[in-house]
């Protein structure tokens, strides 16, 4: 396996009170789940973003400089704002990552 490091920001975002939406509506948790997918995806997309993978209601997506993490935080926000109950919580790190190639 070859490895390398690069410096990248990391975006993490969550949606609140799923876990609690959850156990009060599934149907509905669900469809906010595939809203915030589908509003997330295209803007990790816009700002040359890659989307890592989902965990649970959590999202990780890694940008090659801090400036377009953050301007896509402010998009998803933006954005989330017109989906009913769709609160997000987003945070964005910048370090190095080591990347695995398997050969």
Do not use: P
Request: with cysteine; proline share 0%; hydrophobic share 50%.
């Amino acid at each position: 396996m070859a490895t390398s490091r690069q410096l990248a920001a990391i975006m993490f975002t969550d949606i609140a009170g799923y876990t609690a939406l959850m156990g009060a509506d599934e149907q509905k948790a669900f469809e906010l789940l595939r809203a915030n997918r589908l509003l997330q995806q295209a803007h990790i997309q816009e700002y040359g973003g890659r989307w890592i993978k989902e965990l649970g209601d959590g999202v990780l997506a890694s940008f090659s400089n801090a400036a377009d993490a953050v301007l896509c935080a402010i998009a998803i926000q933006r954005s989330s704002a017109d989906v009913a109950d769709l609160y997000l919580r987003i945070g964005i790190h910048s370090g190095d990552v080591i990347y695995i190639r398997r050969q």
